[in-house]
Nanobody
């Protein structure tokens, strides 16, 4: 059974940092695109960041404009865990963060087949 399990969420003050982790199991996700989305209360789920395998040990990554320069997505060597390092957090980053995996890189939900249950990130002002 394929599972994505997020961890690392919590409460942090504005300007602080958190690192989210997404542990994948049930298959090999080496060549899969891995992404983070978030959903704030009363809003639709939105793309945050994604990374996908290009060749050899090269991965491509992209970010939504509001987090570019503050967040970094990365994968471990075994390719079973993806991280989202979040620095200089702002109150508007408050949301439930979801990990997702799919065969093709994309910026929207339908690109991803597998989803985690989400982890809450709350940034206080």
């Amino acid at each position: 059974q394929i599972q994505l399990v997020e961890s690392g969420g919590g409460l942090v003050q504005a300007g602080g940092s958190l690192r989210l982790s997404c542990a994948a199991s049930g298959r090999t996700f080496t060549s899969y695109a891995m992404a983070w989305f978030r959903q704030a209360p009363g809003k639709q789920r939105q793309f945050v960041a994604a990374t996908t395998w290009i060749r050899a040990n090269t991965y491509y990554a992209d970010y939504t404009d509001s987090v570019r320069g503050r967040f970094t997505i990365s994968r471990d060597i075994a390719k079973t865990t993806v991280y989202l390092q979040m620095n200089n957090l702002k109150p508007e980053d408050t949301a439930v963060y979801y990990c997702a995996a799919g065969p093709m890189f994309g910026y929207f939900d339908p690109s991803y087949q597998y989803w985690g249950q989400g982890t809450q990130v709350t940034v206080s002002s």
